[in-house]
C-alpha cells in the first residue's frame, strides 16, 4: 500500500475530537448509494415496463404484416409461400381484420374481429398460452358443424358483457350486403368457444377471433380473400431488417410489410424517452452526494493544514498531496457505488420475487411491477456516479496541493 493510500484511509478514520468529518463521510457515502440504488431500481423497472409491453404486444400481434394498398390478398397460398421462403421467417398465418359491433342482452360493445386459421395460428400468435376458458382448436370442432360458428372474446369483454364459454352472441358488419337499397348490415349468431386474457387491458375488452371463413362470410369477401399476412421472425430485433427481404420475396408492389417497430414506433420511442429522462433526473441525487463528497474534503483540508504542511516540508511532492485527498474522495465514491448497487438490486430482486406493489387494472397493462436488470444499464450507472465522485474531488484535491508548508505553519 502506498503512502497516499495509507494517509487518505487514516483521514476517513477521524479521531474522537474529529468525528464531524466521519459523519459527513458516512452521508455522503448514503447519498451517493441512495442515488445509485435509485438508478437501478427505477431503470430495471422501465426496462421490465418496456419488455413486457414489448412481449405482450408481439404476443397478439405479429413481428411482421404484409398487406396490399387495397387491403386484400387474393392468392395468399403462393404469397404465404413466397414469404416463408424468406430466411429468418418461422411462422406465416393469414388474417382478416375488421371492425364489428357485437350485441348481447347485457349490451352492445365494439370489437376488433380477427378471422384467423386455427392451424397455422399458433405458430404467429401467443392466442393458444393466453387461453382461459376452451382452446384455439374449438373455433372449429367446438360445438360440431351443424351449431353456430364459434368466437373466442377478450377476458375483460366477457367480464362486461357476461359472457362465458357457450353464451351466444351477435356481430353485426358495417359493411354487409350491398343490395338495390345501398349497403344492409349483415348480423351473424356465433357462439362463445373460448376466453383469453393476455394481460392488456385494451386487448382483453376489444379484440375476438373467429375463423377465416366466418370472417368472409359476415364481411362477404370472396372465399380466398384476406387483409394480409401476419409473420414470425426469429429475431424480433431484426424485423424491420427481414421485412425488407420479405417486400422483395412477394414481389413489392402492391404489397408493403410493416414490422413491429414501425407500427408501436411513437410508443417505444416514448419508453425509451421516458426512461433517459428518469436517468437524468435521478443522477441528480448521485450528484448531491458528490457534492457531500467536495464538504467533506473541503473541511478535511482546513481541519489538515498543519498535517500537510508537514508533510510537504518532509518531501512529500504537490502530486503526492492532490493524490491523497482524490484517493479519499473516490474511496468514499467506491463505498457508496458498492452500497447503493447492493441496496439496488436487493429491492430488484425482493420485488421480482414477492411482486408486492400491485397496479390497478385497466389504468397499466400489467398488475404488478416487472424488473429487468439490462448489464449495459448497470455498467453506466457505476460510470457515472464513479465519474460524479471523481470530479467533486478535484478542487479540494488542487487546494491542498497549492498549499504554502511556511505560510501554513507560520498560523499555526
Known amino acids: 500500500m502506498s503512502f497516499e493510500s495509507f494517509i487518505a484511509l487514516r483521514y476517513l478514520i477521524a479521531r474522537r475530537g474529529q468525528a464531524f468529518i466521519s459523519v459527513i463521510s458516512v452521508i455522503s457515502i ?4 441512495l442515488g445509485v440504488a435509485a438508478l437501478i431500481v427505477v431503470l430495471g423497472v422501465m426496462n421490465g415496463m418496456s419488455t413486457d409491453m414489448r412481449d405482450k404486444i408481439l404476443g397478439v400481434n405479429a413481428h411482421l404484416v404484409v398487406s396490399s394498398v387495397d387491403g386484400r ?40 374481429l380477427r378471422g384467423i386459421d386455427p392451424a397455422s395460428a399458433g405458430t404467429v400468435l401467443s392466442l393458444a398460452r393466453d387461453m382461459n376458458q376452451g382452446a384455439l382448436e374449438d373455433l372449429v370442432s367446438g360445438y360440431g358443424p351443424d351449431g353456430p360458428p364459434g368466437i373466442i372474446i377478450g377476458d375483460e369483454l366477457a367480464k362486461r358483457l357476461g359472457l362465458a364459454r357457450g353464451s351466444l352472441v351477435n ?31 385494451e386487448y382483453d375488452s376489444s379484440l375476438a377471433y373467429v375463423t377465416i371463413p366466418a370472417a368472409q362470410e359476415l364481411l362477404s369477401l370472396g372465399d380466398d380473400v384476406v387483409n ?46 421516458e426512461k433517459v429522462g428518469m436517468f437524468v433526473i435521478l443522477v441528480m441525487i448521485v450528484l448531491v452526494g458528490s457534492f457531500s463528497i467536495v464538504t467533506t474534503l473541503v473541511m478535511l483540508v482546513m481541519e489538515k493544514t498543519r498535517d500537510i504542511a508537514i508533510l510537504m516540508s518532509m518531501g512529500a511532492t504537490r502530486e503526492s498531496v492532490r493524490r491523497i485527498f482524490m484517493l479519499q474522495g473516490m474511496i468514499i465514491g467506491v463505498a457508496g457505488t ?8 436487493t429491492l430488484c430482486w425482493l420485488l421480482q420475487k414477492y411482486q408486492f406493489i400491485e397496479l390497478p387494472k385497466g389504468i397499466y397493462s400489467m398488475d404488478h411491477l ?28 488542487r487546494q491542498a496541493s497549492r498549499l504554502m508548508p511556511a505560510e501554513a505553519l507560520r498560523h499555526e
Open 30 to 33: 448514503l447519498g451517493v448509494a
Open 370 to 397: 416487472p424488473v429487468l436488470l439490462e448489464w449495459l444499464d448497470m455498467v453506466i450507472i457505476g460510470i457515472s456516479a464513479l465519474g460524479l465522485c471523481f470530479i467533486a474531488t478535484i478542487y479540494p484535491a
Open 171 to 201: 356481430l353485426l358488419s358495417p359493411a354487409g350486403k350491398r343490395t338495390s337499397a345501398g349497403y344492409v348490415p349483415t348480423v351473424r349468431i356465433f357462439r362463445v368457444v373460448g376466453v383469453f386474457k393476455t394481460g392488456m387491458y
Open 73 to 112: 390478398i387474393p392468392d395468399r397460398a403462393e404469397t404465404s409461400r413466397r414469404a416463408a421462403s424468406v430466411k429468418g421467417v418461422t411462422g406465416v398465418t393469414p388474417f382478416v381484420y375488421y371492425e364489428v359491433m357485437l350485441s348481447t342482452r347485457q349490451g352492445v360493445k365494439g370489437v376488433v
Open 228 to 273: 394480409g399476412l401476419e409473420l414470425r421472425v426469429d429475431d424480433v430485433d431484426r424485423a424491420t431488417q427481414i421485412g425488407r427481404e420479405v417486400s422483395q420475396a412477394v414481389g413489392g408492389y402492391p404489397f408493403y410489410v410493416r414490422s413491429w417497430q414501425e407500427m408501436n414506433a411513437n410508443l417505444f420511442a416514448a419508453l425509451k424517452l
Open 338 to 345: 458498492a452500497l447503493g448497487y447492493a441496496l439496488g438490486l
